[in-house]
C-alpha cells in the first residue's frame, strides 16, 4: 500500500537521529569523559552511526577528575558460579533502539526487518597478553590510536616480522583506547573483500594502494573510514565468515525461526577459516592474508585453517585426549580442542579451550518507529545476561557490544546479493537507488525520495567501557547474585537525551531468601555536559557541584512517596548483611553502618553484596 510505503521511507530517512543506545552498563558511544554533550570523536574505538550526543561518560575512582586511566572505576561484576544451574549471576542489559523492531509478521508487521547482536569481548587480568599494546583498554585521552598501511603490492610481500612489529610499536599508543587489536585492523585492510555482497549502486572504493578492494569497504562504508581498531566488513554482517574476538551472548532476531541456522553458524560453536602465509623466508606466520577463501588462499600457497571460539584456556588439559575426556562429567565446563582464534603466536598450535555455548536466540523486544522508547511492557528494551564462569578463577577484563540492525522488504534482506548490484555494463539495476525520482502519476513532477542506499539496510553499535568479571569470594560460588545498578546521567530530559534520567536497573526486582544483591554504581567528575551539545540542550540540571554525577539509596515507605524514611523505621537494612565489599569499601556489617553508607554514598563507587 503506498500510504505504508511513505511511512515506511519517512521512517528510515529521518535519520539525524537513528541509533542504538546502551544504558546498562552505560555504553559510551564512543564517549570517554567529554565535560560537553558532545562526544568529541566518533571514531574513537568503533562505529556507532548513532548522534553525536549519546553516551555516557566512564567512570572515576575519585573525587578528582582521572588524569591516567588507574583513576577510572571498572564496573565490576561477579561471575556465575561453578556449577551449572546454580549460582548465577545476572546483569540487565538494557538499551533504547530508534526505528523500530520485533512484531508477529503475520498478524502485527512491523515496518522493519531487524535483528539485535549481543557480544563481549575479554581478556584475563593476570596471563593475558603479553605486549601492553594488546590490552584493552579505555585509554585516558579521546584520541584514536594510529595506523600506518602497507602502501604497496611490494610492501605487502616484502614485509619482515621485524618491519611489521615497528608499524605497530609507532602506532599503538599507551593512553588511548583499545578495543580490538591492532592486528585485526591491519589484516581487514588487507583482505579483500567478499565479493558476493549485495552493495546497491554505491561505488566502493579500491583505492588502498594495493591495488583491490578490501574489507574496510562496504555498502555502508564505501569510503573506507576507520573506527579505531574495528573492520568494517565484520562490524556489518553477522554471523561473520572470518573469525573474530567476541563471543555471542544473545541473537534477537525478527523471527524466531531464524534461530537454528543462527545458533549453528555462531563463531562461538563453528570452526571459522582464514587463509594463514608465512613471513618471507620464514616459518613464522603472519597475522594477515590478501585471501579470502580456500581456492584463492591455497593457490597462492597459503594454508586454509579453522579457527576456534572459546571462553579461556584450558592450560592444565595438556592432550588432545585429556582435553575430550574432560567433557564427561556433567558438573565440569565444556572443552574444546583446536586453534585459538587470537592465535597471534608466531606458529599455530592446538590446544584445550573452554568452549562456549551457542547464543541465546530469542524474539526481539517490540518497540515504536523513530522514538527511542519503551517496549510494550512499559521499559526500555532489556536482556537478562546470565554471566559466564571462567573456570580458571581469573579476574577478566571485558568489553559488552550490542548492535541493532534494520533492512526493510524493498529487497530481500537474506537473498540479494552481488549479482543485484547495479551494473550499467550488464544493464542491472540495484533494487534500491540513492533518492529516486518515483512516478506518482502526476505528469512531469516525480515524487523524489530521500533515500541513502548505504543506510537503506543499515547496523547501529554501542559498547560499553571496560568492565570487570570477578570470580566470586570464597564461600559465595552457589549463591544467586543479582546486580543491581545505577542507569542514566544527570540532567533534564533535553539535557540528556538521547541518554537517559537516572533510575535503578532493575529498577523492580523479585529475590528469594539468601539471593545476594550485587549493589555497585560509580560518579564521574566531569559530567558537565557543557558545550558544544549539537541539536540538543546543554546543562546537568541537578543538585550538587556543577559536572558531577553521584548515586545513593535510600528506603521510601512507599511507592507513592518520595521522602525517604529514617533508619529507625526502615525495613530494607534491618535485617540486611554485608556479604563482601571490594576495596576500600564500607567493611562494617551493622544495619545502620549499612544504611548510612547506602544513603550517603560518600565514596564516588558503591561496590558491596549484601543479603537482604
Ligand atoms: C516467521 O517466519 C515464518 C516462515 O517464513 C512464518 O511462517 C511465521 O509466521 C513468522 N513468524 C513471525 C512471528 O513473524
Ligand atoms: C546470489 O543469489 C542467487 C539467488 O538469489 C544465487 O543463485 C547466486 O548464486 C548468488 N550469488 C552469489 C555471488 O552469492
Ligand atoms: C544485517 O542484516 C543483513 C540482512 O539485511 C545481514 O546480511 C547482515 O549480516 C546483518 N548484520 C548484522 C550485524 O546483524
Ligand atoms: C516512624 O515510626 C514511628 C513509630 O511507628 C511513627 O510514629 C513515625 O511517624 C514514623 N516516621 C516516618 C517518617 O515514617
Not at 515506511?8 to 554533550?37: M, Q, V, W
Not at 539485535?116 to 585516558?140: E, F
Not at 585459538?340 to 598450535?349: C, K, N, S, V
Not at 551494473?423 to 512531469?444: C, E, F, K, Y
Request: proline share 5%.
Amino acid at each position: 500500500m503506498p500510504t505504508t510505503t511513505l511511512l515506511l521511507l519517512l521512517a528510515l530517512t529521518s535519520n539525524c537521529f537513528a541509533d542504538i543506545y546502551l544504558h546498562n552498563p552505560r555504553g559510551s558511544n564512543n564517549r570517554l569523559n567529554e565535560k560537553s554533550a558532545n562526544r568529541r570523536n566518533a571514531n574513537r574505538c568503533f562505529d556507532s552511526q548513532n548522534n553525536n550526543r549519546g553516551g555516557y561518560n566512564v567512570g572515576d575512582k575519585t573525587n578528582q577528575a582521572f588524569t591516567a586511566e588507574t583513576g577510572q572505576h571498572r564496573m565490576r561484576y561477579f561471575q556465575s558460579g561453578p556449577t551449572s544451574g546454580r549460582g548465577k549471576s545476572t546483569l540487565l542489559l538494557e538499551w533504547t533502539n530508534q526505528h523500530g523492531c520485533g512484531g508477529n509478521e503475520d498478524t502485527d508487521p512491523h515496518k522493519v526487518n531487524c535483528n539485535l547482536v549481543m557480544q563481549y569481548m575479554c581478556q584475563p587480568q593476570q596471563g593475558g597478553p603479553a605486549d601492553d599494546r594488546d590490552k584493552l583498554r579505555n585509554g585516558a585521552n579521546t584520541l584514536r590510536q594510529d595506523y600506518s598501511p602497507l602502501n604497496n603490492a611490494r610492501e605487502l610481500r616484502t614485509e619482515t616480522q621485524q618491519q611489521k612489529q615497528n608499524r605497530k610499536n609507532g602506532n599503538v599508543k599507551s593512553d588511548r583506547a583499545l578495543q580490538e587489536s591492532w592486528e585485526w585492523y591491519d589484516k581487514c585492510r588487507i583482505r579483500q573483500r567478499n565479493q558476493g555482497l549485495f552493495t546497491a549502486d554505491q561505488r566502493l572504493r579500491t583505492n588502498n594502494g594495493l591495488g583491490y578492494s578490501a574489507a574496510i569497504y562496504t555498502r555502508q562504508n564505501p569510503n573506507g573510514n576507520r573506527y579505531g581498531y574495528e573492520c568494517p566488513e565484520e562490524r556489518d554482517y553477522y554471523p561473520y565468515w572470518h573469525p573474530t574476538d567476541w563471543k555471542d551472548i544473545a541473537i534477537m532476531p525478527f523471527n524466531t525461526s531464524l534461530c537454528n541456522w543462527y545458533q549453528s553458524e555462531s563463531f562461538n560453536v563453528k570452526k571459522q577459516f582464514e587463509c594463514i602465509e608465512n613471513y618471507p623466508n620464514s616459518n613464522n606466520v603472519r597475522h594477515r592474508s590478501r585471501w579470502n577463501n580456500e581456492a584463492d588462499c591455497q593457490s597462492n600457497g597459503g594454508q586454509w585453517i579453522g579457527f576456534t571460539n572459546y571462553l579461556e584456556y584450558a592450560p592444565q588439559l595438556t592432550t588432545e585426549t585429556a582435553c575430550n575426556a574432560a567433557n564427561g562429567n556433567a558438573a565440569s565446563p565444556r572443552y574444546i580442542w583446536g586453534i585459538p582464534h587470537d592465535a597471534l603466536a608466531t606458529r599455530l598450535q592446538s590446544r584445550c579451550l573452554v568452549a562456549l555455548p551457542a547464543p541465546d536466540c530469542v524474539t526481539a523486544p517490540w518497540t515504536r518507529d523513530n522514538h527511542l522508547g519503551n517496549t510494550r511492557v512499559g521499559q526500555a528494551s532489556r536482556y537478562l545476561w546470565t554471566l559466564p564462569h571462567f573456570p580458571s578463577g581469573k579476574e577478566h577484563n571485558c568489553i559488552i557490544r550490542i548492535r541493532y540492525n534494520i533492512s526493510t522488504d524493498d529487497y530481500d534482506p537474506f537473498k540479494t546479493n552481488s549479482s543485484h548490484n547495479e551494473n550499467r555494463v550488464l544493464g542491472i539495476q540495484s533494487p534500491v537507488q540513492q533518492n529516486p525520482n518515483i512516478d506518482i502519476g502526476a505528469g512531469n513532477s516525480p515524487l523524489r525520495l530521500a533515500i541513502n542506499t548505504a543506510q537503506y539496510g543499515r547496523t547501529f553499535q554501542d559498547r560499553s567501557h571496560v568492565i570487570k568479571l570477578m570470580p566470586r569470594p570464597a564461600g559465595l560460588e552457589s549463591s544467586t547474585i543479582h546486580n543491581i545498578n545505577v542507569r542514566g546521567k544527570r540532567g533534564n530530559i533535553v539535557q540528556t537525551y538521547p541518554a537517559v534520567e537516572y533510575d535503578f536497573i532493575p529498577n523492580d526486582i523479585k529475590i528469594k531468601a539468601n539471593d545476594l544483591i550485587h549493589f555497585q554504581w560509580a560518579g564521574s567528575n566531569t559530567h558537565n555536559n557543557g558545550n558544544p551539545a549539537g541539536d540538543g540542550q546543554a546543562g546537568d540540571a541537578g543538585e550538587g557541584t556543577r559536572g558531577t554525577d553521584r548515586n545513593n539509596i535510600a528506603q521510601i515507605r512507599d511507592k507513592m512517596e518520595n521522602f525517604p524514611v529514617p533508619f529507625e523505621n526502615s525495613t530494607l537494612w534491618k535485617n540486611a548483611e554485608l556479604i563482601w565489599s571490594g576495596v576500600g569499601q564500607p567493611s562494617s556489617s551493622s544495619s545502620e553502618d549499612i544504611a548510612v553508607t547506602m544513603a550517603s554514598a560518600e565514596d564516588l563507587f558503591m561496590h558491596v553484596c549484601l543479603k537482604i
